[in-house]
């Protein structure tokens, strides 16, 4: 399925297809208090809610993209969409928090679906000029779904609380699937293949070029959500401050996806990480000062875009490409998991200070990766 033209209307309906994915974690993320007065007798579990699709990403991650190959990516998409919107308006009838928790694990196996599937489709069906660009986009979904998600909240609570919050999701889940489903290609992308989850996972892990692209990711996942969470903070941010960071990574991701026509996506996932330890340091040296943070973030959102970019750029073969970005989407899980809980420790024991020399690090061993897993791939 290797376009020569660039099917643009079907890359942005895709795109849609992923804001509704990433919205599985904004529509509890951005709800917390609300979710925690529902459901008084969670106590500390209720925040688990939130993590249950991630967990599902770091423990299947790695077989998705043989799941979906042997499915079939348009047959995978649609059916993850379908079943993410039916478990949405489950959700939306605020059940006893064990189903609650249930059906948040099922919903995990659909996201998990949905941003393996998705990014497979829209390398096929880029033109080669077109396609780091088109990567980009996707690179941009997360953030411009909590963006939208963000806005959108406070309107959907005042009319129904929870309730209408999950009701609104589902509904757009099963519609995106309807208006994708006549425009996606019907046939398999590849035969069927042997999955084996030990097996899919010593492939995908000693395959270069199938691990390049995860290889540096997580380390920019690391940083992404605990920085975050931690800089508001630290540095004391308004409220307009807190909003824009998002927004310029947005910018900054779709910048890359023009930078990646010129350049080799593992040079601009290194590019990402020196400009990124550049600005860690601009940011302890002038704070309390807030411009530092934007030059943060527009940097640093070289990477995820450099990262989707590198799938198509050494993976010919779409059951190829579909390996590798369940072994990125395994990674993305256990970076985002794990960053918060590391930020914060660093940040209660050395202050801003740690956090940007922590951040350094990260960085330079995301360098370290992706220069070692380029020299192996021949």
């Known amino acids: 399925m290797t376009s020569q033209k660039t099917n643009w209307v079907l890359v942005f309906a895709l795109l849609v297809a992923g804001l509704f994915a990433a919205a599985q974690f904004g529509k509890l993320t951005l709800t917390l208090p609300v979710l925690r007065e529902t459901y008084p007798e969670g106590g500390a579990f209720v925040p688990v ?73 829209m390398a096929s069906i880029a033109a080669d000029k077109d396609r780091p660009v088109v990567m980009a986009i996707w690179a941009s979904f997360f953030g411009i779904s909590m963006a939208l998600t963000a806005v959108l909240l406070p309107s959907l609570l005042a009319l129904g609380g929870l309730s209408v919050v999950f009701v609104a999701h589902g509904a757009g889940m099963l519609a995106i ?26 492939t995908i892990y000693t395959t270069p070029r199938l691990l390049i692209a995860g290889g540096g990711f997580v380390w920019y996942t690391i940083l992404y959500i605990s920085l975050l969470a931690i800089l508001p903070v630290a540095l004391n941010l ?12 947005i910018v900054g991701t779709l910048w890359g996806g023009f930078l990646g026509k010129r350049f080799p996506p593992d040079q601009l996932v290194n590019a990402g990480f020196i400009l990124t330890i550049g600005a860690s340091g601009i940011v302890y040296l002038a704070s309390p000062a807030i411009w530092p943070l934007f030059g943060l973030f527009f940097v640093m959102a070289l990477i995820p875009a450099a990262s989707f970019a590198a799938i198509p750029y050494f993976n010919a073969a779409p059951t190829d490409r579909a390996r590798a970005t369940g072994g ?9 998991t794990a960053g918060t809980p590391i930020f914060v420790l660093v940040f209660d024991q050395a202050g801003l200070w740690g956090v940007c020399v922590v951040m350094a690090l990260f960085c330079a061993i995301g360098i370290g990766c992706t220069v070692l897993l380029r020299a192996r791939i021949k």
């Open 49 to 121: 809610l939130i993590s249950i699709v991630g967990m599902v990403g770091i423990l299947l991650g790695a077989v998705a993209g043989s799941v979906v190959a042997r499915t079939g990516v348009a047959r995978a998409l649609t059916g993850a969409l379908l079943a993410g919107g039916v478990l949405s308006l489950l959700e939306a009838t605020l059940p006893h928090i064990t189903l609650f928790a249930m059906l948040r694990t099922a919903e995990g196996l659909s996201h998990l679906a949905i941003v393996v599937a998705t990014p497979t489709l």
């Open 177 to 202: 699937a309807l208006l994708l489903y006549p425009l996606l290609p019907k046939e398999r992308i590849a035969k069927p293949v042997p999955i084996s989850y030990f097996a899919e996972h010593q």
């Open 238 to 249: 308004p409220v307009w401050a807190i909003t824009a960071l998002p927004l310029i990574s």
């Open 328 to 336: 990125i989407a395994q990674l993305g899980n256990v970076g985002t």
